[in-house]
């Protein structure tokens, strides 16, 4: 089992990109799912937090901006990301615990990362 992410890239400040997040393989059951991000010469940070009961939270810094989203059919999470600052630049990593079927097994998965970039 694995997360592909997509959707990162280089936008202009104020625009907008969608990451998703989708899990392959044969994919049982997945937990919270998350998105961190870590820009350059700065710590980890969790940014959104969604519960599969779909509680969100997200970090302060993009609160009414960026708006997280799951599929659980698709084994997917999502993330909208509106209004975009050049404090936005990081690599995006989305992150899971999963069960796989049939084996039970549970991997804490977390996604290759994609790049984003603000900046004009």
């Known amino acids: 089992v694995q997360f592909v992410e997509s959707g990162g890239g280089l936008v202009q400040p104020g625009g907008s990109l969608r990451l998703s997040c989708a899990g392959s393989?044969?994919?049982?059951?997945?937990?919270?799912m998350e998105w961190y991000r870590q820009g350059p010469g700065k710590q980890r940070e969790r940014v959104a937090h969604?519960?599969?009961?779909?509680?969100?939270t997200y970090t302060d810094s993009v609160k009414d901006r960026f708006t997280i989203s799951r599929d659980d059919a698709k084994n997917t999470v999502f993330l909208q990301m509106n209004s975009l600052q050049p404090e936005d630049t990081a690599v995006y990593h989305c992150?899971?615990?999963?069960?796989?079927?049939?084996?039970?097994?549970?991997?804490?998965?977390w996604g290759q990362g994609t790049q984003v970039t603000v900046a004009s």
């Open positions: 992150h899971a615990y999963v069960v796989e079927r049939p084996s039970r097994r549970m991997y804490d998965l």
């Open positions: 969604i519960t599969r009961e779909g509680g969100i």
């Open positions: 393989g044969s994919i049982l059951y997945t937990s919270d």
